[in-house]
């Protein structure tokens, strides 16, 4: 027996539909690309995505063909994402941080027909522009005045793109399942691969993203994703916060300490989120200009672990509550929450630090376990250490042309529908799951595994460390061994003895890095996070003084 309740697609056009109907006067504030910043309100965002609906269609843009995006967080880049996604194209957010020929090969594998791109972007696309095989129309968001002038072919001004288009289009009457936005991951083994949303599983999502536990934004907030578009989403925050009726506030390109300080401070946000990198270089701003946060209440950070400092600072020393997420662009991205449980608030305040510091627990529409190699399930200790496997209506189940396919029916899953995160993780008895490590990252040393995540998060806590890696290094006896490798603070010059000792006692014997080593810049990926593989790459033959003793 089918229930009786009515149809109603779970498809994105209704976000924006809802905050045009109930928040119409809500601000959405930019920092623009040409300087000032420009406020505008939902229901404007609204009546220019219907035009950028029309503008699309003008062109031949169908449901199911791609438009891609290279840009930052902005009013225009909302309008052009919500002018795509509701008549059913698919909106594909690219990274600009990948190189010029990822980003060639990404477009072409996405067949995108239309690129809309940020002014400051303009040597990318011009580089590119020769290799792209699909795109027709390129679409600089800006105005005519501010058009770049360079060699890109059928450039047009985003205002007049949409000028003289109606406010009148025809949004959703498709399917729930319909493809909604394509995401690729960073590739940092083989090439990359896209995931490709659907409007329910962005929706369903975006509604789990925002429950209490999680985010739990509402229209008394005022939201500032740092996190940007172009890379999962947002975490969800551009559905987030049109849905509840948030004042959202869009950074932008300046994304450095002073410039979110002042956007923070300006339009008095109570709730940001960003990966840790954003937030070390915030935190060294207030410490410098000895400025205080008077309105920010909770900052959401993931990505990469929270490092122990930025939890404390926030927590401590600027009275803001840390919400520590974990999650993967194939999860739409939020997997698990750090809010903590009754159980944890009879806990002391170093007990608490600790658990504030692990991933959390899974978000409602996301299945976990751990496992071990061959599939068998690890118990829930916080001892045992395993494969985290994940499953969810907005987890993905095959990638975009079936990239990476496991199995007959194009999937990225094994048998029993779970998808292998590629993540190493821990369990306790009340389902707090804490990351120990990247499968790939892990240190193995006779037999056992050490956790580089967890020796790297203590290191950056060290007195004149700006950022901190650990990798493992081929060793004769152990197989390999921790190389701690340093990136000091301006004029600062940590010693080995001294990051040693830091370490001493706060991780275990066996796990003590065997050397340390400094680098001027630790080297970062295209999502802000520490290149591993560049770093294994430099050190591939470096020779561990405990080799050396070993020979
Ligand atoms: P990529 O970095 O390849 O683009 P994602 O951005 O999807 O991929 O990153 C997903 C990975 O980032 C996770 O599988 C996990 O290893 C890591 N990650 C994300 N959040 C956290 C966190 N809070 N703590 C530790 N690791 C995290």
């Given at each position: 027996m089918l229930g009786l309740m009515q149809d109603w697609p779970l498809t994105v056009d209704k976000i924006l539909d809802h905050a045009h109907s109930w928040f119409p006067q809500r601000e959405v504030v930019t920092r623009s690309l040409e300087g000032p910043i420009t406020r505008t309100t939902y229901g404007a965002i609204w009546g220019r995505a219907k035009q950028v609906t029309n503008a699309l269609r003008g062109i031949g843009?169908?449901?199911g063909d791609r438009v891609a995006t290279l840009a930052w967080n902005t009013e225009r880049h909302l309008e052009a994402w919500y002018g795509a996604m509701s008549m059913g194209a698919v909106l594909h957010t690219v990274n600009p941080r990948l190189f010029p020929e990822q980003i060639a090969w990404i477009i072409n594998h996405a067949e995108d027909k239309v690129l809309f791109f940020d002014t400051t972007f303009a040597p990318i696309v011009e580089k590119i522009a020769p290799l792209l095989k699909t795109v027709t129309t390129y679409v600089a968001l800006t105005d005519r005045f501010n058009l770049p002038t360079g060699a890109i072919p059928n450039v047009i001004a985003y205002e007049d793109f949409i000028a003289g288009q109606s406010q009148d289009a025809q949004w959703g009457?498709?399917?729930?399942?319909?493809a909604c936005g394509l995401c690729y991951t960073s590739?940092?083994?083989?090439d990359p691969k896209g995931v490709l949303y659907s409007h329910r599983s962005n929706l369903l999502h975006a509604m789990a993203a925002n429950s209490a536990d999680c985010f739990g934004a509402g229209a008394n907030d005022v939201v500032l994703p740092v996190v940007p578009m172009f890379h999962a989403n947002a975490w969800a925050i551009a559905f987030v916060a049109p849905m509840c009726g948030a004042k959202l506030v869009m950074p932008g390109a300046r994304l450095d300490g002073a410039s979110v300080y002042e956007l923070l401070e300006s339009e008095k946000v109570t709730f940001t989120a960003a990966v840790p990198t954003v937030w070390l270089m915030l935190l060294n701003y207030l410490r410098e200009t000895n400025s205080k946060l008077t309105t920010l209440k909770r900052v959401a950070i993931g990505g990469s672990a929270v490092p122990e400092a930025v939890l404390r600072a926030f927590e401590q020393d600027y009275g803001v509550e840390v919400i520590h997420a974990w999650g993967m662009t194939e999860m739409s991205p939020i997997g698990t929450i750090g809010k903590m449980l009754p159980e944890h608030y009879a806990q002391d305040r170093e007990t608490q630090i600790k658990t504030k510091l692990k991933q959390g627990r899974a978000l409602f529409t996301v299945d976990m376990k751990i496992v071990d190699d061959e599939g068998r399930e690890k118990p829930h200790d916080g001892k045992a250490f395993g494969r985290l496997m994940v499953k969810g209506p907005a987890v993905a189940r095959a990638y975009f042309?079936?990239?990476?396919?496991?199995n007959a029916k194009g999937e990225c899953l094994e048998e029993d529908g779970?998808?292998?995160?590629?993540d190493v993780a821990t369990l306790d008895e009340i389902g707090v799951m804490q990351i120990t490590d990247r499968a790939k990252d892990v240190i193995k040393s006779g037999g056992e595994w050490i956790s580089s995540i967890d020796i790297e998060n203590i290191a950056v806590g060290a007195e004149g460390v700006a950022n901190a890696a650990v990798i493992g290094v081929v060793h004769p006896k152990w197989d390999e061994r921790p190389l701690l490798i340093i990136e000091p603070k301006p004029g600062a010059a940590p010693t080995k003895a001294q990051l040693l000792a830091f370490l001493e006692g706060k991780i275990a014997k066996w796990w003590m890095p065997d050397d340390v080593v400094t680098v001027e810049k630790i080297p970062l990926g295209a999502t802000g996070k520490i290149n591993k593989l560049a770093l294994r790459e430099t050190f591939k033959d470096y020779r561990l003084p405990s080799t050396q003793a070993a020979e």
């Amino acid at each position: 027996m089918l229930g009786l309740m009515q149809d109603w697609p779970l498809t994105v056009d209704k976000i924006l539909d809802h905050a045009h109907s109930w928040f119409p006067q809500r601000e959405v504030v930019t920092r623009s690309l040409e300087g000032p910043i420009t406020r505008t309100t939902y229901g404007a965002i609204w009546g220019r995505a219907k035009q950028v609906t029309n503008a699309l269609r003008g062109i031949g843009i169908v449901l199911g063909d791609r438009v891609a995006t290279l840009a930052w967080n902005t009013e225009r880049h909302l309008e052009a994402w919500y002018g795509a996604m509701s008549m059913g194209a698919v909106l594909h957010t690219v990274n600009p941080r990948l190189f010029p020929e990822q980003i060639a090969w990404i477009i072409n594998h996405a067949e995108d027909k239309v690129l809309f791109f940020d002014t400051t972007f303009a040597p990318i696309v011009e580089k590119i522009a020769p290799l792209l095989k699909t795109v027709t129309t390129y679409v600089a968001l800006t105005d005519r005045f501010n058009l770049p002038t360079g060699a890109i072919p059928n450039v047009i001004a985003y205002e007049d793109f949409i000028a003289g288009q109606s406010q009148d289009a025809q949004w959703g009457a498709f399917e729930e399942n319909t493809a909604c936005g394509l995401c690729y991951t960073s590739g940092t083994t083989g090439d990359p691969k896209g995931v490709l949303y659907s409007h329910r599983s962005n929706l369903l999502h975006a509604m789990a993203a925002n429950s209490a536990d999680c985010f739990g934004a509402g229209a008394n907030d005022v939201v500032l994703p740092v996190v940007p578009m172009f890379h999962a989403n947002a975490w969800a925050i551009a559905f987030v916060a049109p849905m509840c009726g948030a004042k959202l506030v869009m950074p932008g390109a300046r994304l450095d300490g002073a410039s979110v300080y002042e956007l923070l401070e300006s339009e008095k946000v109570t709730f940001t989120a960003a990966v840790p990198t954003v937030w070390l270089m915030l935190l060294n701003y207030l410490r410098e200009t000895n400025s205080k946060l008077t309105t920010l209440k909770r900052v959401a950070i993931g990505g990469s672990a929270v490092p122990e400092a930025v939890l404390r600072a926030f927590e401590q020393d600027y009275g803001v509550e840390v919400i520590h997420a974990w999650g993967m662009t194939e999860m739409s991205p939020i997997g698990t929450i750090g809010k903590m449980l009754p159980e944890h608030y009879a806990q002391d305040r170093e007990t608490q630090i600790k658990t504030k510091l692990k991933q959390g627990r899974a978000l409602f529409t996301v299945d976990m376990k751990i496992v071990d190699d061959e599939g068998r399930e690890k118990p829930h200790d916080g001892k045992a250490f395993g494969r985290l496997m994940v499953k969810g209506p907005a987890v993905a189940r095959a990638y975009f042309k079936n990239a990476g396919a496991r199995n007959a029916k194009g999937e990225c899953l094994e048998e029993d529908g779970f998808f292998d995160t590629g993540d190493v993780a821990t369990l306790d008895e009340i389902g707090v799951m804490q990351i120990t490590d990247r499968a790939k990252d892990v240190i193995k040393s006779g037999g056992e595994w050490i956790s580089s995540i967890d020796i790297e998060n203590i290191a950056v806590g060290a007195e004149g460390v700006a950022n901190a890696a650990v990798i493992g290094v081929v060793h004769p006896k152990w197989d390999e061994r921790p190389l701690l490798i340093i990136e000091p603070k301006p004029g600062a010059a940590p010693t080995k003895a001294q990051l040693l000792a830091f370490l001493e006692g706060k991780i275990a014997k066996w796990w003590m890095p065997d050397d340390v080593v400094t680098v001027e810049k630790i080297p970062l990926g295209a999502t802000g996070k520490i290149n591993k593989l560049a770093l294994r790459e430099t050190f591939k033959d470096y020779r561990l003084p405990s080799t050396q003793a070993a020979e």
